[in-house]
């Protein structure tokens, strides 16, 4: 890995996961249940973009969902909690 020092600016590693798919024509739903297409996508982030550094893409529903709790998941929005258990 490079040392930061020698990039001469600094470190570029965008969040840009989500608005990645339209270079891959697949779906934000796709990319965080399949993990070959989400790789698909992030390289062509790299390819076009060619960031500094990267992340995956998050779906921060994970430990709702984990727990039982109900997730809303659309083809090209993030997903949510649409309920919880406790009601008093």
Same mark, same amino acid.
């Given at each position: 890995?490079?040392?930061?020092?020698?990039?001469?600016?600094?470190?570029?590693? &965008?969040?840009?996961?989500?608005?990645?798919?339209? #270079? $891959?024509?697949?779906?934000?739903?796709?990319? !965080?249940?399949?993990?070959?297409?989400?790789?698909?996508?992030?390289?062509?982030?790299?390819?076009?973009?060619? &960031?500094?550094?990267?992340?995956?893409?998050?779906? #921060? $529903?994970?430990?709702?969902?984990?727990?039982? !709790?109900?997730?809303?998941?659309?083809?090209?929005?993030?997903?949510?909690?649409?309920?919880?258990?406790?009601?008093?």
């Amino acid at each position: 890995m490079e040392n930061i020092s020698s990039l001469g600016h600094a470190p570029v590693i &965008p969040l840009s996961g989500a608005n990645g798919v339209k #270079l $891959t024509g697949t779906t934000l739903k796709q990319n !965080l249940t399949n993990s070959d297409i989400q790789l698909k996508t992030l390289r062509a982030l790299k390819k076009r973009f060619q &960031p500094d550094g990267m992340v995956m893409l998050m779906d #921060l $529903t994970v430990e709702a969902e984990a727990i039982g !709790l109900p997730i809303h998941f659309e083809e090209n929005e993030s997903p949510s909690v649409s309920g919880h258990h406790i009601h008093n």
